[in-house]
């Protein structure tokens, strides 16, 4: 078999960290398999999930805060070298630990089965994917509260796209020997992109000087891909929570409940909400409903590549993105009600508390000892900065 080996780096890098982590929100296959001991669902699941689940966020912390010292000093030796305009696609900064700050809920399915208090002020959240298009700024200004960013795991600014305006600037030649000292590899010639990193050469130049720095060897993943091995390096050894599958099954999660859910259709049906059962995968066509008047020229493009069943909407429809957020909030209201009525919000948390406890718990000696050896990794940095 043909070895081969890429560098991960930049956004690249940050990507394939990303992916790794959130593949860890989840881990683990359901019902203790190759996971920890079974865990009983209750208050006491509750309390142990969300104690640990602020670790694994301490965890997304650390790795933020790992990125961002890892820029400062690979952009020292940059500047020792002579270069004081960098690329900003390649330090691009990362904000892991917003995706979580909604809790162990976080990938739960119980969009429609909000908490009562939620349901009141966001209704299900699907404003959330409109409230950003053109013409809704001043809406998002006004709606997307620190609150509302954390319940909907939406970092506390938008993302903006890098500018490159002075590194273009720059041209080509400066570029090109900036690539070389950041990567200790010649760049490459593209006709559409100008002057870029070769991916397959070993990690070298300032980058390799920042890692040896910070933590004295890069950490090297092996792979299997089409019958190959292969490898990749990262700047630093992943959390351990990378290394968990995901657990997002809603089939192990119906296992959990004792009937909650056909007592939620039932109360759904008595509110006049017939068609919209809750079904297998806890995922009725909200989006689909309130898409369409959130969006309608949207949906009316786009809307008719999936074959999703929705049911009919009011006959008055209002014509504004407020209006429409009333609805979604009076709906929402109303399925909180069934959730409390029938029970199937206390499952669904107590359910998914205990199915994650029972991924985390075992991996828990391991993530401490990583947070203290980055913390460890942290400090050297501080300090090699100070001097």
């Given amino acids: 078999m043909r070895h081969r080996t890429r560098r991960m780096r930049g956004a690249a ?13 989840c881990g683990g296959e359901a019902e203790g398999d190759e996971g920890g001991a079974a865990v009983e669902a209750g208050s006491d699941a509750v309390s142990e999930a969300e104690r640990l689940y602020q670790m694994i966020n301490d965890s997304r912390r650390i790795d933020d805060e790992l990125t961002e010292i890892e820029h400062r000093v690979a952009k020292r030796c940059l500047e020792d070298a002579g270069f004081s305009v960098h690329d900003p696609m390649v330090f691009q900064e990362t904000d892991y630990a917003a995706y979580g700050a909604a809790g162990y809920m976080t990938d739960a399915p119980d969009q429609a089965v909000p908490a009562p208090e939620a ?3 966001w209704g299900f959240g699907i404003w959330v994917e409109f409230v950003r298009d053109p013409g809704n700024e001043d809406l998002a200004e006004e709606l997307l509260t620190p609150e509302a960013r954390a319940a909907f795991n939406i970092p506390e600014e938008d993302y903006v796209e890098p500018d490159t305006g002075e590194w273009e600037a720059e041209g080509e030649e400066y570029q090109a020997a900036w690539i070389e000292a950041w990567t200790g590899a010649p760049a490459y010639d593209s006709s559409v992109k100008g002057p870029e990193e070769d991916g397959e050469a070993p990690m070298g130049g300032c980058e390799l000087e920042m890692v040896e720095t910070i933590y004295g060897e890069p950490y090297t993943v092996e792979v ?6 292969g490898s990749y390096t990262l700047t630093h050894r992943p959390s351990p929570m990378a290394e968990l599958e995901e657990f997002e099954d809603p089939d192990a999660l119906l296992g959990r409940l004792d009937g909650e859910n056909d ?3 039932s109360c759904l049906i008595d509110k006049g909400y017939e068609g919209w059962e809750i079904g297998t995968d806890f995922s009725p066509p909200l989006w689909n409903y309130f898409g369409t008047m959130y969006a309608p020229d949207y949906f009316a493009e786009y809307g008719g590549e999936e074959e999703i069943e929705v049911p009919e909407g009011p006959d008055d429809v209002p014509g504004d993105f ?3 957020l009333e609805l979604e909030r009076a709906m929402a209201v109303d399925f909180a009600a069934c959730g409390q009525e029938s029970g199937l919000r206390a499952a669904v948390e107590e359910g998914w508390a205990a199915m994650l406890v029972e991924q985390y718990r075992p ?8 947070q203290e050896e980055m ?7 501080q300090d090699y900065l100070q001097e």
């Fill in 13 to 25: 890098a940050l990507a394939a960290i990303g992916a790794l982590l959130a593949a860890g929100a």
């Fill in 119 to 121: 349901a009141e002020q």
């Fill in 224 to 229: 299997e891909e089409d019958g190959e091995e």
């Fill in 263 to 265: 007592a939620f259709d």
């Fill in 322 to 324: 407020l209006g429409v």
């Fill in 363 to 370: 991996i828990e000696t391991d993530m401490v000892a990583w």
């Fill in 375 to 381: 913390q460890g990794h942290l400090d050297n940095a």
